[in-house]
């Protein structure tokens, strides 16, 4: 069965590959399952249909068969739990995978989110320039914690993992700050993993969309 | 194998069980595994050993024989992957219950931790009271979706889950913010889980440590 996702009609970072779209295609090039994208525009995914499997509006989504989810992280796991090559066989080593979704979640998203809003959002704000060297500091500690883990390996927990995807995607959301230069093992280990041919597949995937609808 | 978890010697939440050993505790209590618990001081969580469990030098962690896993929405996945109660025997409903803990986690817990960053690490800055209003307001964005979502049910997805447990632990980081009120589906959601035998037990061990800990 072809599942089905959701991508923005126009992504707001402009093909940059960091709606959350991406690590979804991602997931499911690297395990090799073909599916099928339906663009939704930002008034479409506020309109009953869209809510209906998207409580919150957003996108992804992800439909097969009956089954319908959302929430990148869940469609992720949902990808890596039914086949192969996203999360080791071993037992303690699936669990410890999964331990670096949550914490690519948990730990390292919420003081990147907390830059993209004073960007976006409270960009206008007198407080912003002041703010933003605040959370910076916050992002570092959590960035120099990650980089002493990840040291010299190429990924966080033995092979390529779910976990990694996921913190990757994260990590990409850095990319126009300029911060991750200053951990060169995690720049590394970003570009490791957008070397990867399934992220190409999926960057070029998103791409299209974007190219598509800027000549559209 | 009785498992070990880590928690706070001292928890800065006064004994109100927001410390993130709570949901792990809750858990084992709703799958009936006993546990044992080490308490760890704030400067013992950035010592070698601690950072040898957790890289960002947190708590909880969890060990098993061998495994040893940190973040606790990590935590209590694996307890519910494990033990029968907290995930569906269905595969569709357990990949929604899923997609639940990672909703509270992506898209319910975010706004919710900028507020606590505005009310306590940016507490004196000249901006956080003209900020304040600006968070809530994103954080009433998501709960009115999530309030509309739950409707009249019990819980998010059919029986009582992991996903609800996360929720509702993440909910109740708002507690003293009286905006639950404002949502008397989502209050009544809470106090449904804050009433299950397993969240009193779990809530009365790690208040006892704190009692022990004020008394020392």
């Not at 995914?45 to 957003?58: R, S």
């Not at 919420?110 to 959002?121: D, K």
């Not at 007198?126 to 910076?136: E, F, G, T």
Request: charged share 25%.
């Amino acid at each position: 069965m072809i599942p089905t996702i959701t991508a923005f009609e126009r992504s707001p970072d402009r093909g940059r590959g960091l709606a959350r779209d991406m690590p979804v295609r991602w997931a499911l090039e690297e395990v090799g399952q073909p599916y099928e994208v339906r663009l939704v525009s930002f008034s479409g995914m506020k309109e009953q249909a869209h809510l209906a499997l998207h409580p919150f509006g957003q996108i992804p989504t992800y439909e097969e068969g009956d089954l319908a989810l959302f929430e990148s992280g869940a469609i992720v796991f949902h990808i890596a739990e039914h086949h192969r090559g996203l999360l080791p066989d071993d037992a303690n080593a699936r669990a410890r995978a999964i331990t670096w979704m949550f914490a690519a979640i948990g730990t390292i998203e919420p003081p990147i989110l907390e830059r993209s809003t004073a960007m976006f959002v409270e960009r206008d704000a007198d407080w912003s320039a002041q703010r933003l060297p605040l959370i910076d500091d916050r992002i570092r500690n959590r960035l120099a914690a990650l980089s002493g883990r990840l040291g010299n390996a190429d990924w966080l927990d033995g092979m390529f993992s779910a976990g990694d995807l996921v913190m990757i995607g994260v990590l990409r959301r850095l990319s126009a700050s300029g911060m991750l230069s200053e951990y060169p093992n995690l720049s590394a280990y970003v570009a490791r993993g957008e070397a990867r041919p399934a992220f190409r597949r999926a960057f070029d995937a998103q791409f299209a969309v974007f190219t598509a609808a800027s000549a559209g």
